[in-house]
């Protein structure tokens, strides 16, 4: 099973960047896709951004415009650009590899990280 090390997360002010990583053990390239997550205090786990194996990205609205996942495959890296911070969107950030259902719907794979802390303060 892939294992994944997400790193690059920080406290920053609002409207601020960061750029966070994941590492994997295994080629992303073998996955239908791969997915950052993020999980706020109190809220479940929301996917919000998707990169598929063709480069494909997606994105959930409450992030669209600000933040940007990219890949790396030689260095089996999924990356995710975040910009135009803002407090809410403090949360620890998961990565992990995705499949898809027969609906069309992303699922989660791989066993969770432990996360990277990102912190927005206003």
């Known amino acids: 099973q892939v294992q994944l090390v997400e790193s690059g997360g920080g406290l920053v002010q609002a409207g601020g960047s960061l750029r966070l990583s994941c590492a994997a053990s295994?080629?992303?390239?073998?996955?239908?896709?791969m997915g950052w997550y993020r999980q706020a205090p109190g809220k479940q786990r929301e996917l919000v951004a998707v990169?598929?194996?063709?480069?494909?990205?997606n994105y959930a609205d409450s992030v669209k415009g600000r933040f940007a996942i990219s890949r790396d495959t030689a260095k089996n890296t999924v990356y995710l650009q975040v910009n135009s911070l803002k407090p809410e969107d403090t949360a620890v950030y998961y990565c992990n590899a995705l499949s898809r259902t027969t609906s069309g719907e992303f699922f989660a794979l791989g066993r969770w990280g432990q996360g990277t802390q990102v912190t927005v303060s206003s």
């Open positions: 990169i598929t194996n063709g480069g494909v990205t």
């Open positions: 295994g080629s992303i390239f073998s996955f239908n896709a």
